[in-house]
């Protein structure tokens, strides 16, 4: 990367660019010798998983980004962004739209006609994450248009916005446990 020649010159520098979330806590719990307690939680993280997978309804989840310019779609893919691979390992069943086989490819961006696609059970939400998304105004505009409200999930009441920080900034354990805390939420339906 283009970067590591100018930061390893301030100090000893790994790069290291595995998108695998669990893979990078094993690299620094070896690094700072906490290996144990890395372990530790993740098998406790690992317990809850299995435990959520058991009660995961039959329901297929839709789940749609709105930014300020555009929609994205995270897929349930081989190489998901780290919050859609917890779903997938949560057993939460994505829609046709949703999912892929394409390693090289991870997200969608739908136009307007293409939001019908996302006709899952429940549909969760996320705003912005970037910018000013979650205070332009565009997804009140979104939410209103009736291309948005004729969605199956808007039309039985059963769509959710999840915050864009455990979604996208996705940070590790913690964010791994708000994701499956809003899928305990809106998905099993339990507070």
């Known amino acids: 990367s283009g970067v590591y020649p100018q930061?390893?010159?301030?100090?000893?520098?790994?790069?290291?660019?595995?998108?695998?979330?669990?893979?990078?806590?094993?690299?620094?719990?070896?690094?700072?010798?906490?290996?144990?307690?890395?372990?530790?939680?993740?098998?406790?993280?690992?317990?809850?998983?299995?435990?959520?997978?058991?009660?995961?309804?039959?329901?297929?989840?839709?789940?749609?980004?709105?930014?300020?310019?555009?929609?994205?779609?995270?897929?349930?893919?081989?190489?998901?962004?780290?919050?859609?691979?917890?779903?997938?390992?949560?057993?939460?069943e994505?829609?046709?739209?949703?999912?892929?086989?394409?390693?090289?490819?991870?997200?969608?961006?739908?136009?307007?006609?293409?939001?019908?696609?996302l006709d899952g059970d429940v549909l969760l939400y996320i705003v912005g994450g970037t910018n000013d998304s979650d205070k332009d105004g565009r997804h009140e505009e979104v939410l209103n248009n009736p291309l948005w409200q004729m969605l199956p999930a808007v039309r039985s009441g059963d769509v959710h916005r999840v915050g864009h920080g455990t979604w996208m900034q996705f940070s590790g354990l913690d964010s791994a446990h708000q994701v499956l805390d809003d899928l305990e939420r809106y998905v099993i339906g339990e507070e």
């Open 94 to 117: 994505r829609t046709d739209y949703e999912t892929s086989d394409d390693p090289d490819m991870s997200m969608k961006r739908p136009g307007w006609e293409e939001l019908a696609e």
């Open 7 to 92: 930061i390893s010159q301030l100090a000893p520098t790994l790069l290291y660019t595995d998108i695998d979330w669990r893979a990078y806590y094993g690299l620094m719990a070896g690094m700072t010798g906490k290996t144990g307690e890395i372990e530790a939680r993740l098998a406790e993280y690992d317990a809850r998983l299995a435990d959520i997978r058991e009660r995961m309804p039959e329901k297929t989840v839709s789940v749609l980004r709105i930014t300020s310019w555009d929609f994205q779609v995270y897929l349930d893919a081989p190489r998901s962004y780290a919050p859609f691979a917890v779903m997938q390992k949560a057993g939460v």
